[in-house]
């Protein structure tokens, strides 16, 4: 058993760019499934960019999570902060534009903590969550998120 394997994640960042659709989408989820399987894990997101600092999540993420039985409405955005990469064990992008951004702020040794939030999913063809911002898509976004965040879940509590 390697180190890694024994050493427990009890603390998730999810980021994307604005941290108003992708990333609390993420945060809901997440937070629904660590509180159904019992464990102790912090969740949180935050956005590369600090426009939209303060504000609800979008609303059709919104409505996309509430049809899931999901409730964002406790959420704000915020921008990642270097401190973050201290405070989380595990920090997951949601495209590749967000990871490199990530890579070029984290102070050394901290990357390894980073990783795209699609790679827990191998099999699925995508690499990147779609930015549903513009392109409209929040059922498939969230989706492909869900599952994600089952295959996270299960990799660091399993
Ligand atoms: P997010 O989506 O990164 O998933 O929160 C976006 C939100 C806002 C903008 C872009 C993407 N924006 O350009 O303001």
């Known amino acids: 058993m390697t180190q ?17 659709c992708r990333s609390p989408t993420a945060e809901g989820i997440m937070r629904g499934l660590v509180q159904s399987a019992g464990v102790e894990i912090e969740v949180d997101s935050a956005g590369t960019s600090g426009w939209h600092n303060g504000a ?8 996309e999570a509430a049809r899931r039985g999901y409730d964002l409405s406790g959420q704000r955005s915020r921008q990642m902060v270097v401190q973050d990469f201290a405070r989380f ?25 980073l990783g795209l939030l ?11 969550v779609p930015d549903p911002y513009y392109e409209d898509g929040f059922d498939r976004v969230f989706d492909l998120i869900e599952a994600a965040c089952r295959a996270v879940l299960a990799d660091v509590a399993g």
């Open 4 to 20: 890694e394997s024994v050493v427990m994640t009890q603390s998730i960042l999810f980021v994307c760019l604005g941290n108003i």
């Open 118 to 128: 699609l790679d827990y999913l191998p099999d699925q063809p995508l690499r990147e």
């Open 56 to 63: 609800l999540p979008d609303r059709r993420s919104m409505a």
């Open 89 to 113: 064990d595990l920090i997951l992008a949601m495209d590749r534009s967000n990871f490199h951004n990530l890579q070029a702020m984290a102070p050394s040794g901290a990357g390894g903590k």
